[in-house]
């Protein structure tokens, strides 16, 4: 008669055992799956948005109904190679955390600020915030920031270009982008350390007229 307790006493302390086991099991692949859903959507440098991300935002936004302007800035960091080439890729790392603090530091509820790869950054808005003194005032900061890597001050610029529209659709949306790329290559071209705005409405019409000419 005394068996049967024990074996009572084993099963259980078995099928407890084994519950343990498998909520540590479904607690690691839950972990497992949330920290790739994270890192899917997230640069894993910087913390901000991936590019996939941004694409699914926009296309939410962009599915939405509102009368606001939409702005898209792309920012380049200027000579970043060379930063890398003299310093290591650490130090350019540091760079590119810093830059994403800055500029979530300084933009609004309604932007969607990406990291675009590389040194590049994307900051898309739609809403009354004039995108280009947003974009200055990183500008600005960027220029005056020291990084600091082994005891050394390391400075950098932006060379940022603007695209503008009324409103765009989410087939225009890469048409849109490469108007402010665009702009970005004139803000180098300039002299770098600047910010370029286009018009999107008006480079697609100079568009449409240099394809019929």
Same mark, same amino acid.
């Given at each position: 008669?005394?068996?049967?307790?024990?074996?009572?006493?084993?099963?259980?302390?078995?099928?407890?055992?084994?519950?343990?086991?498998?909520?540590?099991?479904?607690?690691?692949?839950?972990?497992?799956?949330?920290?790739?859903?994270?890192?899917?959507?997230?640069?894993?440098?910087?913390?901000?948005?991936?590019?996939?991300?941004?694409?699914?935002?926009?296309?939410?936004?962009?599915?939405?109904?509102?009368?606001?302007?939409?702005?898209?800035?792309?920012?380049?960091?200027?000579?970043?190679?060379?930063?890398?080439?003299?310093?290591?890729?650490?130090?350019?790392?540091?760079?590119?955390?810093? @830059?994403? *603090?800055?500029?979530?530091?300084?933009?609004? %509820?309604?932007?969607? $600020?990406?990291?675009?790869?590389? !040194?590049?950054? +994307?900051?898309?808005?739609?809403?009354?915030?004039?995108?280009? @003194?947003? *974009?200055?005032?990183?500008?600005?900061?960027? %220029?005056?920031?020291? $990084?600091?890597?082994?005891?050394? !001050?390391?400075? +950098?610029?932006?060379?940022?270009?603007?695209?503008?529209?009324?409103?765009?659709?989410?087939?225009?949306?890469?048409?849109?982008?490469?108007?402010?790329?665009?702009?970005?290559?004139?803000?180098?071209?300039?002299?770098?350390?600047?910010?370029?705005?286009?018009?999107?409405?008006?480079?697609?019409?100079?568009?449409?007229?240099?394809?019929?000419?």
């Amino acid at each position: 008669m005394l068996r049967f307790p024990f074996v009572y006493i084993s099963l259980f302390a078995t099928a407890a055992y084994i519950d343990i086991v498998l909520t540590g099991i479904y607690d690691k692949l839950k972990e497992t799956e949330e920290r790739a859903r994270y890192l899917y959507r997230h640069d894993a440098l910087t913390g901000i948005y991936s590019r996939h991300a941004f694409y699914e935002e926009l296309e939410k936004i962009l599915k939405a109904p509102s009368d606001m302007p939409v702005s898209l800035a792309l920012m380049d960091i200027d000579g970043f190679k060379e930063i890398n080439d003299k310093y290591g890729h650490n130090a350019g790392d540091e760079i590119l955390k810093e @830059l994403s *603090c800055i500029i979530l530091e300084n933009v609004c %509820e309604h932007g969607i $600020v990406c990291r675009w790869g590389g !040194e590049e950054f +994307v900051l898309f808005s739609r809403c009354g915030h004039d995108l280009y @003194l947003i *974009c200055e005032e990183i500008r600005r900061i960027i %220029e005056k920031a020291a $990084v600091i890597y082994e005891d050394t !001050e390391l400075y +950098v610029t932006l060379s940022i270009g603007i695209a503008v529209a009324e409103s765009i659709n989410e087939l225009q949306l890469n048409d849109f982008i490469n108007c402010a790329d665009t702009a970005m290559y004139i803000s180098k071209k300039d002299g770098k350390n600047k910010t370029t705005v286009r018009n999107f409405a008006v480079a697609e019409n100079l568009k449409i007229l240099e394809k019929n000419t």
